[in-house]
């Protein structure tokens, strides 16, 4: 399908986490069209193999190219640490993750050069945030810290009180003993938690999330191709996923901050 300036932005995630960027996405770019997929019948990604997560994003992506995306903006961090080179190689159109904006915000953000990640297993794994990092600042010193349990309390919409705060204190605690002085978020889920998650680590460490710098990165690479939409055309926002939409919809709208409707279930073939 033929995309130009009109065309809409392509976004997919393994769920509802994703959200948060397309929340940025809106921010910044008001005038754009964007169409979401979360891919709920699989969520979640980051405990599988980045083959298996590579097979995904693939399918993902050729769903959206099929609304004839002009920009594709992977905002899962699990499928942006393993995907993003298959899916440059095999796409016709550019391809942002969301570890480069958000590495590179946190190098600029850091005074001692000491920065913790944290995200999925998954991603902490696949070291792309180690490299991202130090390709945006050589000698940084990383630490990265996976904290699989604060996906699914976003999701419940546990994100104040004693059972977070334990959580957070379980995976955190031991950065109050590092030189540490920036964290990043790595992983769509977290942002929800940074109240608690800010409670634990000081007031001394700032959080990073990579959601407004992967929509600033987004404005710059569809300016530098004059893709970017001009007029009054309608604004349309789409959103997929690949198992029933109700608990999307309900739990959805807290990542996205408004209201969510319309969301409609497709299938994905694997072959």
């Known amino acids: 399908m033929r995309h130009d300036r009109h065309s809409a932005i392509g976004v997919f995630d393994s769920g509802i986490g994703g959200l948060t960027v397309l929340r940025a996405l809106h921010e910044r770019l008001p005038q754009e069209s964007t169409v979401y997929l979360g891919d709920t019948a699989r969520v979640p990604y980051g405990t599988k193999s980045g083959d298996v997560v590579t097979r995904y994003s693939v399918k993902n992506a050729e769903a959206l190219l099929e609304y004839g995306v002009k920009l594709l903006v992977v905002a899962c961090n699990t499928a942006s640490s393993v995907a993003i080179p298959t899916l440059r190689q095999e796409l016709p159109i550019p391809v942002l993750g969301v570890i480069e904006p958000g590495a590179k915000a946190a190098a600029q953000v850091s005074k001692t050069g000491h920065i913790a990640v944290i995200g999925t297993p998954g991603t902490v794994k696949s ?3 180690q490299r991202a990092l130090l390709a945006e600042r050589p000698g940084v010193q990383v630490e990265a810290l996976a904290c699989p349990l ?17 959580v957070a204190k379980q995976y955190l605690s031991g950065l109050a003993r590092t030189q540490v002085d920036t964290l990043v978020l790595g992983c769509t889920h977290y942002p929800l938690l940074s109240k608690v998650i800010s409670q634990v680590v000081g007031p001394a460490v700032t959080l990073v999330d990579s959601a407004k710098a992967v929509a600033q990165r987004a404005a710059e690479v ?5 893709l970017l939409k001009t007029g009054l055309s309608a604004v349309e926002r789409h959103y997929l996923v690949t198992d029933v939409p109700d608990r999307f919809i309900e ?10 409707s319309g969301a409609r279930q497709i299938d994905l073939k694997f072959g």
């Open 127 to 129: 070291g792309a945030y």
């Open 150 to 166: 604060f996906v699914p309390l976003a999701d419940e919409g546990w994100v104040e009180g004693e059972v977070p705060a334990l």
């Open 222 to 226: 569809l300016g530098e191709r004059d």
């Open 251 to 260: 739990v959805g709208s807290r990542f996205l901050g408004r209201p969510l």
